[in-house]
């Protein structure tokens, strides 16, 4: 995770820090691009998956910062895939154009929930904001992934109804996990879902012609990532 480890937004789901809660945001770190780069040639990866909390207080909300650390990985070994999970950026189609130009082999941001729980789940982002964010990468990008929690008091319709708008946008890779409750000021658990339901949701998933899924209760975003190109 870059960018610090205090995040402008609030989620209700989220157990990362929240600016003016329970941290400071910090400036920008400049030599931290090199320093992932070195960590990954250290650890032998051959794939890494990079996140950030959301930096909203920046005026380019950490675009240039993004774009340095993959460019770093890719000069000090460029056998690594890349794959990034993004904030939605407010939908600035310039700040998303700099995502892609960095290069990275995946783009993932997760719509997290489905439409109607979204204004209870995620403090600042809108579904539809983030359907269009991957409509988006979706046209410029080679793999556009997201991701969504069950156990939210989602209904089964509802979850296949995220599918079909996921689809409808261009996303060939999808993940969906159980919600887990981090601490007691968080949302608590409507549902631990069943693992046969997640063999249904995966199994609905490539009906739908997703190209990679991984559904299962301990399933995450980045879960075995790797394997979208295996």
């Not at 794959?83 to 407010?90: A, I, R, S, T, Y």
């Not at 982002?125 to 939210?152: D, N, Q, W």
């Not at 319709?157 to 601490?183: F, H, K, N």
């Not at 997703?210 to 190109?229: D, H, I, K, N, W």
Request: proline share 5%; aromatic share 6%.
């Amino acid at each position: 995770m870059i960018l610090g480890d205090v995040c402008t937004r609030g989620c209700r789901f989220c157990a990362t820090k929240s600016a003016g809660r329970s941290g400071e945001l910090l400036p920008v770190d400049e030599g931290e691009p090199l320093r992932v780069a070195r960590s990954v040639v250290a650890m032998g990866l051959e794939y890494v998956v990079l996140t950030s909390v959301t930096r909203d207080d920046l005026p380019d909300e950490g675009v240039g910062q993004w774009k340095s650390v993959v460019e770093a990985i890719r000069r000090e070994n460029p056998k690594t895939k890349i794959e990034v999970l993004v904030p939605d950026f407010n939908g600035r189609a310039e700040l998303l154009d700099a995502i892609v130009a960095a290069g990275p082999d995946v783009v993932g941001h997760n719509v997290e929930t489905v439409r109607r729980l979204t204004p209870v789940v995620r403090s600042a982002a809108s579904y539809e904001r983030s359907l269009e964010v991957l409509r988006y990468f979706s046209a410029k990008s080679p793999i556009t992934k997201s991701g969504l929690m069950v156990g939210l008091g989602e209904t089964v319709d509802e979850v296949l109804a995220t599918m079909d708008d996921l689809r409808a946008v261009g996303v060939s890779a999808i993940t969906l996990g159980q919600y887990l409750r981090p601490t007691r000021e968080h949302l608590t658990v409507s549902e631990y879902v069943a693992p046969a339901m997640f063999d249904f949701y995966r199994g609905e998933a490539l009906r739908r012609g997703f190209g990679y899924v991984a559904s299962g209760p301990l399933v995450r975003s980045s879960y075995m990532a790797e394997q979208l190109f295996l």
